[in-house]
């Protein structure tokens, strides 16, 4: 597509469900990466994905946090037995290759765990 | 290790006036790129400018400079002549030229434009 296009754009879920993340990348970036963003914060990095290497997991902050993406396309965020802590916007972005190439990042998912 | 420091969490001036939003950067890497990224309230993140660490000519676009400088390990951003347009939240990143790295952002510093 032309950007990188995530849902649901907002989602409330109770504490205790597992929620999933969807990401679709620019078609053709064989990179694509994963950020939480908590209110006033940074962006904090939990996963990245490319081609078919194994994805650098070292962002993902507890084994609750889980994710996949098919060959270079759709990826998905999943977050099990969600905490409050967890509430956050949660980006995607995607690159062509690695280096210098910036990144194009998607509008977020708006999580809210009550 | 790699960091990003943006050391000015906000910055409030008045239109018309130039503000410069600081970045300093650690990176044990030779080759290395630098990133701005604009992230106004609607929430997304607009690319600004990429800098390869070979190119230290400062760069201008529009009322937007940049101002690399290796030696500081600093890569600077001045807003010349304000707008309350300008009002978001500003990221500086690095990313090194190894495989298997990402983006490294800093904590952002958040620049209010008043009328």
């Known amino acids: 597509g032309a950007g990188v296009s995530q849902s649901p754009s907002n989602k409330v879920t109770e504490k205790g469900k597992d929620v999933e993340l969807r990401c679709d990348p620019i078609?053709?970036?064989?990179?694509l990466y994963w950020y939480r963003q908590r209110l006033g914060q940074g962006l904090e990095f939990l996963i990245y994905?490319?081609?078919?290497?194994?994805?650098?997991k070292s962002g993902l902050p507890s084994d609750r946090f889980s994710a996949e993406r098919t060959g270079e396309s759709v990826s998905t965020l999943t977050i099990q037995r969600t905490q409050q802590e967890d509430s956050a916007v949660y980006l995607c972005?995607?690159?062509?290759?690695?280096?210098?190439?910036?990144?194009?990042f998607g509008s977020g998912t708006r999580l809210t765990v009550v | 290790a790699q960091k990003v420091t943006q050391a000015q969490t906000e910055i409030s001036v008045v239109e018309k006036e130039d503000v410069t939003l600081d970045c300093v950067y650690e990176?044990?890497?030779?080759?290395?790129?630098l990133f701005w990224y604009k992230q106004p309230p609607s929430g997304e993140l607009v690319f600004l400018i990429r800098?390869?660490?070979?190119?230290?000519q400062n760069e201008i676009s529009g009322r937007y400079s940049w101002n690399f400088q290796k030696s500081t390990s600093s890569f600077n951003f001045t807003i010349t002549a304000s707008q309350v347009v300008d009002s978001a939240v500003y990221f500086c990143?690095?990313?090194?030229?190894?495989?298997?790295?990402?983006?490294?952002f800093g904590k952002g510093t958040t620049l209010s434009v008043s009328s």
């Open positions: 078609s053709g970036h064989t990179a």
């Open positions: 800098r390869n660490s070979f190119d230290e």
């Open positions: 990176t044990r890497d030779t080759t290395y790129y």
């Open positions: 990143a690095l990313r090194s030229n190894q495989a298997g790295t990402a983006l490294i």
């Open positions: 972005a995607s690159s062509l290759l690695l280096g210098g190439y910036g990144y194009t």
């Open positions: 994905f490319q081609g078919n290497s194994a994805p650098d």
